[in-house]
C-alpha cells in the first residue's frame, strides 16, 4: 500500500472563530464518514515543531496558547462510517466529556481547548502510523513482510490525570494522559505508545529484561520521530529533527529546545544508569545512525523485521546481533556492516 501523507496547506482563515474554513480544499465536501474520509484538524507534528516558537506554553487548555496558523487541515483515512473515531485502525473507545462525531459533510473541526481535539489527534497519528508501516512493506495490499499491529488499536484519551501515557499489553489499549500538555495534543507521544503496541503484537510478553524495556522505549521514540518526519515533514527552522515529543515537553523542562528524550545522543553502554527511559537513548542512537547511513526505508525495514526474532528479555548484544543478521539477509554485507557499525559505536557490539 502506498504511504498516505497529510499535505499541510496554508489555514485559509487565520483565527480560532474561522477554523472551519481552513478545511476548504482538503477533502472533497461530499466526503464523509460513509465513504471512509473524513476532513479534520490536527498538530502537525506539534505546534513547536511547527511553528519552531519554543515559548509556547499548554495555559490550561487555553486554545489561543497554539496560533491559529499551527492547526492543519487534513483528510481522516479509514472510517467506519458510524460518524465516530473508528475505523480499520484506530477507535477511540473512552473520553472526557462528548466523543468527537462528524459534523454534516464530515468534518471534525475543533481546537485544543475542546477535548475532542485529543481523540481526532490519536485517531489521525494512530492511523497514519499503521500506514506508514504499510508503506514500509510490512502487510497491506502489496506487502512482501509480516503485517504488524494490522488491527484497530483502541484509543482511551484523557483518561489518566498525571502527565503520563502507556501502552497496556493486557487489554491491547492505549491510553494518554493529561497532566500538562494533554499527552494526545503531541504526536510524537502518541506514536511513541504505538511503538509499545508494535513491539507486543511482535513479540509476546516483550520487555521482561531492563535491556529489552530500554529497547522498547527507544523503539517508541524512535517511530515517533520517523512517523512524524514521513507524515507531517521537516520541523520547522531550529528545531531539531531529532527531538523527541518537544510539545509535551514544555510543560517540564526549561532548557531550550524542549525534548522530552533525543535519538541523537553520544550515550553508551558503558553510562548506562539502569532506567528504560535512559538507557533506550542509547538504542534510539544506534537506530538513528543506521537510518542515516541506509536512509529510513531500508533502515526501518531492517529495524522492525528484526524485531520478530527477539527474545522477551532480549539483550541489547542479542537484539543487536538478530538486526545485524536481518540486515544482510535482507541487503547483504553492505548493509550488515552499516547495522554492526552502528551498534558498535554505541558500544553494544
Not at 538478530?322 to 535482507?330: E, N, R
Request: glycine letters at 10%.
Amino acid at each position: 500500500m502506498a504511504r498516505r501523507t497529510a499535505v499541510r496547506p496554508a489555514l485559509a482563515v487565520l483565527t480560532l472563530t474561522g477554523l472551519a474554513a481552513a478545511l476548504t480544499g482538503v477533502a472533497p465536501a461530499s466526503a464523509g464518514p460513509a465513504e471512509g474520509t473524513a476532513s479534520a484538524l490536527v498538530f502537525q507534528v506539534n505546534p513547536v515543531q511547527s511553528s519552531g516558537d519554543e515559548s509556547l506554553t499548554d495555559q490550561k487548555d487555553s486554545a489561543t496558547a497554539v496560533p491559529a496558523t499551527d492547526y492543519y487541515g487534513v483528510t481522516l483515512t479509514n472510517l467506519d462510517g458510524s460518524g465516530y473515531l473508528s475505523g480499520d485502525w484506530a477507535s477511540v473507545k473512552s473520553e472526557t466529556g462528548k466523543p468527537a462525531f462528524a459534523a454534516p459533510g464530515g468534518s471534525y473541526v475543533y481546537n485544543r481547548h475542546d477535548d475532542q481535539f485529543e481523540q481526532v489527534m490519536a485517531y489521525y497519528w494512530v492511523t497514519q502510523a499503521q500506514l506508514y508501516l504499510q508503506s514500509l512493506g510490512f502487510g497491506g495490499a502489496n506487502g512482501d513482510l509480516p503485517p504488524v499491529n494490522a488491527e484497530s488499536q483502541d484509543i482511551r484519551i484523557n483518561q489518566y490525570g498525571a502527565d503520563n501515557s502507556f501502552s497496556r499489553s493486557d487489554n491491547d489499549e492505549l491510553t494518554f494522559g493529561k497532566g500538562g500538555v494533554d499527552d494526545a495534543e503531541d504526536a510524537e507521544v502518541i506514536v511513541h505508545e504505538y511503538g509499545h503496541a508494535v513491539h507486543d503484537a511482535q513479540v509476546d510478553n516483550f520487555g521482561t529484561s531492563l535491556d529489552a524495556g530500554s529497547i522498547g522505549e527507544a523503539f517508541g521514540d524512535y517511530l515517533a520521530v520517523s512517523v512524524g518526519l514521513a507524515v507531517g515533514g521537516p520541523p520547522a527552522a531550529g528545531v531539531p529533527e531529532a527531538c523527541v515529543m518537544d510539545w509535551d515537553a514544555t510543560s517540564y523542562t526549561s532548557t531550550v529546545p524542549h525534548c522530552l528524550r533525543r535519538v541523537d545522543t553520544d550515550l553508551t553502554v558503558s553510562q548506562r544508569r539502569g532506567e528504560v527511559h535512559f538507557d533506550g537513548q542509547i538504542w534510539s542512537r544506534a537506530l538513528w545512525d543506521i537510518r542515516t547511513a541506509l536512509g529510513d526505508r531500508t533502515a526501518n525495514r531492517i529495524i522492525i523485521n528484526a524485531q520478530f526474532g527477539f527474545a522477551p528479555d532480549t539483550s541489547f548484544a542479542a537484539a543487536a546481533t538478530t538486526t545485524v543478521q536481518t540486515a544482510q539477509a535482507m541487503y547483504g554485507a553492505k548493509a550488515a556492516k552499516a547495522v554492526t557499525t552502528a551498534f558498535q559505536a554505541r558500544g553494544i557490539l
